[in-house]
């Protein structure tokens, strides 16, 4: 039995070839079943996102099991061949596969480290598989270890924590300058998509009221429904600054549409009440004299991005911690693996002698029939006592070796020793029910374990 992962990513593969190869839930059921009827492939999860495809699958042979999982995706699309995929495709095997799973798992290997939708994905790859029955006892053992790591790298590390997208980092700023966005209204100067998502998440945030201008009435009317708030004429934003706590201005002008006077007269008519604003326009469009104002507090895009490098700087931090983390989680998880092989072995070993005992001790009973219940249970004390310390070095020498390179060797060996076919081993150990434990420690199934986080959220990119 092996464990092999194949697949390709945003670090391998050109988005072109990604989505070409991508798989839609509406095709998920029969592209698991297809992989797993390939000869040598016992069990088989898909995981198909933006950023990457990959096959984890048992397997007899790896260098058969790599080609069959290579000729699966390649008939994902018949219009790539495979000398067309090999090129973008990585390959990993036991621990190196089971070392990929829990760093996917862990957001470790994501273009943005420490993004959460990676995890609900992998949530949903592994419900898929147990709905199709193309997963069994060892990945759905693996799967639910590499959510386990993945909430366990998130609660013991900070490497979700801050934002690492420009938009979110508005968020951030705002937090520190009003502690509380609740009942906060935010003016949105301009239809920039960087200032649409920064108030997105500002109204997930806690801002309740929404005030919306652009050169274009319509489109100042359609973003207000979209936001559920209101337009405001072009021409009036001005005098609307001084009911706005936070302005974000992102348009495509190439002058200053916000001066330093005009942030001073809303100052002046909010009481001197503090004022948050943020320019993502590129050429700017607030004043930088602004940031000499009292009570007026002036982000410009450079400030943001300087803000989003130092939390990228910090979570490249915790992801050391989570390295090691994973590094845990992968060793016990190689040690179960280890303990299938020599499990079985053991069990088979140690009926085959109480058999043999049995049998013996059936025979001579049967020619001592004048002994006492007291003499008979010496016999048979004396019978156990004899088989227990034969068996005893075998035994722990399987256990002791149970995690070396050689234990595949321990275990013929003692196979071909000790007379054990493959009749006589019993079958494997039962799969757990794949669920996992919810933050509160209660039994969940996968389906109930979502998460969302929006500081995580990729921005998109700038001309």
């Known amino acids: 039995m092996n464990i092999i992962a194949v697949g390709l990513s945003h670090k391998t593969a050109p988005v072109e070839v990604r989505e070409r190869l991508a798989v839609p839930e509406s095709r998920l059921g029969e592209a698991l079943h297809r992989l797993c009827g390939y000869q040598g492939i016992k069990e088989g999860v898909l995981l198909s ?100 790591a993945a909430k366990r790298v998130r609660t013991e590390t900070k490497i979700a924590e801050t934002a690492v997208s420009v938009s979110y980092a508005a968020v951030e700023l705002a937090k520190k300058i ?7 209204t935010v003016l949105l100067v301009g239809a920039g998509e960087m200032a649409k998502l920064a108030a997105k998440h500002l109204i997930n945030n806690g801002v309740q009221r929404v005030m919306i201008t652009t050169r274009n009435p319509q489109g100042a009317i359609e973003l207000a429904q979209r936001f559920n708030g209101a337009s405001i004429p072009f021409d009036e934003f001005r005098r609307a600054m001084a009911e706005a706590d936070i302005v974000l201005c992102s348009t495509g002008a190439a ?28 050429p700017r469009n607030i004043e ?11 982000f410009d895009i450079d400030d943001l991005e300087m803000r989003v490098e130092q939390n990228r700087e910090e979570r490249r931090r915790e992801a050391v911690k989570a390295e090691g983390m994973i590094e845990e989680e992968v060793a016990a998880s190689l040690h179960w693996l280890k303990s299938l092989d020599v499990t079985p072995t053991i069990v088979a070993l140690r009926k085959r002698a109480e058999d043999i005992k049995q049998a013996e ?24 006592a004899i088989v227990n310390k034969l068996l005893h070095g075998p035994l722990v020498t399987l256990k002791a070796e149970a995690d070396s390179a050689g234990s595949s060797m321990y275990v013929e060996a003692a196979k071909r020793f000790f007379g054990l076919d493959a009749t ?31 500081s995580g959220q990729q921005e998109p990119k700038r001309a």
């Open 424 to 454: 006589q081993l019993p079958p494997a150990i039962p799969a757990e029910p794949a669920r996992v434990r919810d933050e509160e420690g209660r039994a969940a199934p996968v389906t109930a374990l979502k998460q969302s986080d929006p």
């Open 361 to 384: 001790l059936d025979k001579v009973m049967a020619r001592l029939g004048h002994l006492s219940a007291h003499e008979r249970s010496a016999v048979e004390g004396l019978a156990s």
């Open 255 to 282: 002058h200053y549409l916000i001066r330093a006077v005009d942030v001073e007269e809303a100052v002046r008519r909010r009481m001197n009440r503090p004022i948050f604003l943020i320019d993502i326009s590129v």
């Open 178 to 184: 009003f502690s509380n966005l609740n009942e906060k």
């Open 288 to 298: 930088p004299a602004v940031k000499d104002i009292d009570n007026a507090f002036l």
């Open 49 to 148: 996102t933006c950023n990457r495809v990959e096959v984890y699958a048992v397997v007899d042979d790896v260098d058969a099991g790599f080609a069959r999982v290579q000729e699966f995706l390649a008939d994902t699309h018949l219009s790539l061949s495979s000398e067309q995929l090999t090129p973008h495709l990585y390959w990993h095997t036991d621990g190196r596969a089971i070392s990929h799973l829990f760093r996917v798992a862990a957001s470790l290997d994501s273009m943005v480290v420490g993004e959460p939708q990676i995890l609900g994905q992998l949530k949903d790859a592994f419900e898929a598989s147990l709905t199709h029955k193309a997963s069994g006892l060892v990945l759905n053992k693996l799967l639910q270890k590499a959510i386990s």
